[in-house]
C-alpha cells in the first residue's frame, strides 16, 4: 500500500468514527463529546393546538373561534419564519396549524353568518298568529 492509499484509508476510518447516532437518535461527536439535537419549534405546535381547537370549538363557542384561528396562523407564520433562520423541525406542523386555522375561521365565519340571517329572518317574523 502506497502512502496516499494509506492517508486516505486512515481519513475514512476517522470519519466513520467521529459520529455515531446515540439510543436517542441524536447524533455524537466521539472526538469532542457533544451532541447535536434538533429541536421542534414551539410556535409551530401552537399553531396546530389553536388550529385544532378553532375547528374543535366551532360547535361550543362560535363567536371565540375566531380568535384561536387568527392566533393559529399567526403562530404558524412566525413559526415558518423562524425555521428557516434556526433550522428547526416543525415545518409540517406550522403549515398544518395554518391549513386548521384556515379551515376553522372559515367554518366559524360560516357559522356566524348563518347565525345572523337566523336572527334577521327571526325579528321578520310577524308577530300575529295565524288562524
Request: charge should be negative; proline fraction near 4%.
Amino acid at each position: 500500500m502506497d502512502r496516499d492509499e494509506q492517508h486516505i484509508e486512515k481519513n475514512s476510518d476517522s470519519l466513520q468514527q467521529e459520529n455515531h447516532p446515540s439510543d436517542d437518535g441524536s447524533m455524537e461527536n466521539s472526538d469532542e463529546n457533544f451532541v447535536v439535537t434538533q429541536t421542534t419549534n414551539g410556535k409551530a405546535i401552537a399553531s396546530l393546538i389553536l388550529g385544532i381547537l378553532s375547528i374543535v370549538m366551532i360547535f361550543f363557542f362560535p363567536l371565540i373561534t375566531p380568535v384561536f384561528g387568527i392566533l393559529g396562523l399567526i403562530f404558524g407564520f412566525i413559526a415558518l419564519r423562524e425555521m428557516k433562520q434556526t433550522f428547526q423541525s416543525g415545518r409540517g406542523l406550522a403549515i398544518a396549524g395554518n391549513i386548521c386555522s384556515i379551515i376553522g375561521l372559515v367554518l366559524s365565519g360560516v357559522i356566524i353568518l348563518l347565525v345572523i340571517i337566523g336572527i334577521a329572518l327571526f325579528m321578520e317574523m310577524d308577530p300575529t298568529p295565524m288562524l
